[in-house]
DNA sequence: TCTGGGGTCCTAGGACCC
DNA sequence: TCTGGGGTCCTAGGACCC
């Protein structure tokens, strides 16, 4: 989807228009923490993009429409996309709640039909809820995923197996899906700027740098991905975290928040009907130094008070010195779901 | 410029078991 | 008196995704 968040507001509120949309934390006149969630494309005239600090983008442009993310709202608008979308696909795969990945082998014979296909997902997302998307059609998830970014907004990029190594060559190594901004860094600076760098560079090299990913990182230069279009399985972990308005040493105001933080894992745990068997505290210093903290239990459990019990316990070694904390967090893992009787010997 | 919050997966070292 | 090899699980940190 373009701009997902941005674009939603935009539907909900015809007022805003033609304006610059930022979503993301409040900039209070300047002083704000946190980033920018998504913008629209009248804001990125003015330099502000998705991760950018919301201060930043204050300055940028003051007049812009400043709003909160409304999960709720997103959610349920991208509950609808994901179902239709579903019905398109052989095989599909949610990627966050703004793209996913559909495998449509059996539904088209060649990449002509393939394109029809989008076409008419396109048109029906734009008619079921007035907003657009941006489609890669591909040979794999890799280049479909890369095709998708390369022609935005309300785009639609086709590339056939015939053309994967052109399509691939001439962009920035930073495209690769898994090439985030370290690994592209050191890929700069072996000399490797772009995809097709990346092709023909020594693979053993690049796995003396980068161990196994290496490897991996060389077949995705050449267009090859292997990758299931698959749903994601049972979750993984669940955690929430909060920077404060201002970073603090009162370690009682932080073990306050530590303990809602607890009951908003727990509801969200129950929710799930999962039990948990390790907690994880998770700490930010104002100076950024991160630090995390966790402990195995020996049963599973899904009390509050196994929760707030270890991560309170957990957190304690880093009140000390004075030294004032940016940001607080727990998480569990390790889950099993509740709903199966387990034997318990 | 001053860096959110929700996640996933990988790595490396260490404890421990047989 | 020096030190195997197989394995599992735990922990902390880091990179990446949206």
Redesign the pocket.
């Known amino acids: 989807m373009d701009q997902?968040y941005a674009a939603v507001e935009e539907r909900e509120h015809p007022e805003f228009r033609g304006r610059p949309v930022v979503v993301?934390?409040d900039p209070k006149d300047g002083e704000?923490?946190?980033?920018v969630?998504t913008c629209n494309y009248a804001a990125r005239e003015f330099g502000i993009h998705?991760?950018m600090?919301?201060?930043?983008a204050w300055?940028r442009c003051p007049d812009a429409v400043y709003l909160r993310?409304n999960f709720e709202l997103y959610i349920e608008v991208s509950s609808r996309i994901m179902e239709i979308l579903r019905t398109y696909a052989d095989k599909f795969e949610r990627?966050?709640?703004?793209?996913a990945f559909l495998d449509v082998t059996s539904k088209v014979q060649d990449f002509e039909v393939a394109t029809k296909l989008a076409e008419e997902i396109k048109r029906e997302i734009h008619r079921e809820e007035r907003l657009t998307c941006s489609i890669g059609v591909g040979p794999n998830k890799l280049v479909a995923?890369i095709a998708s970014?390369f022609n935005k907004p309300d785009g639609l990029t086709v590339v056939t197996e015939d053309d994967v190594k052109r399509f691939l060559a001439p962009l920035p190594v930073r495209r690769?899906?898994?090439?985030?901004?370290?690994?592209?860094r050191k890929l700069n600076e072996m000399g490797i700027k772009t995809i097709g760098d990346l092709a023909t560079f020594n693979v053993s090299t690049l796995v003396d740098k980068f161990?196994?990913?290496g490897e991996q990182y060389h077949r995705f230069a050449h267009g090859i991905d292997a990758l299931e279009v698959a749903e994601?399985g049972e979750?993984?972990?669940?955690?929430?975290?909060?920077?404060f308005e201002s970073d603090t040493s009162e370690y009682d105001v932080v073990l306050k928040r530590l303990d809602k933080?607890g009951q908003?894992v727990h509801r969200?745990l129950v929710d799930h009907q999962m039990l948990f068997?390790?907690v994880?505290v998770k700490i930010r210093y104002e100076?950024?130094e991160?630090?995390?903290?966790?402990?195995?239990l020996r049963a599973f459990t899904n009390r509050l008070e196994d929760l707030q019990k270890t991560a309170r316990i957990?957190a304690q070694p880093y009140f000390r010195e004075a030294r004032k904390i940016?940001?607080i967090?727990v998480?569990v893992?390790?889950l099993t779901s509740s709903r199966e009787q387990k034997t318990l010997v």
Request: hydrophobic share 30%.
């Open positions: 997902f993301g934390a704000g923490r946190g980033v969630s998705s991760g600090p919301i201060s930043r300055k993310p990627w966050g709640l703004d793209e995923k970014d690769l899906l898994w090439v985030g901004k370290k690994t592209a161990g196994a990913m994601r979750i993984q972990s669940i955690g929430r975290e909060i920077t933080l908003r969200n068997k390790t994880t100076n950024f991160t630090h995390t903290h966790g402990k195995t957990l940016r940001l967090g998480r893992s390790n």
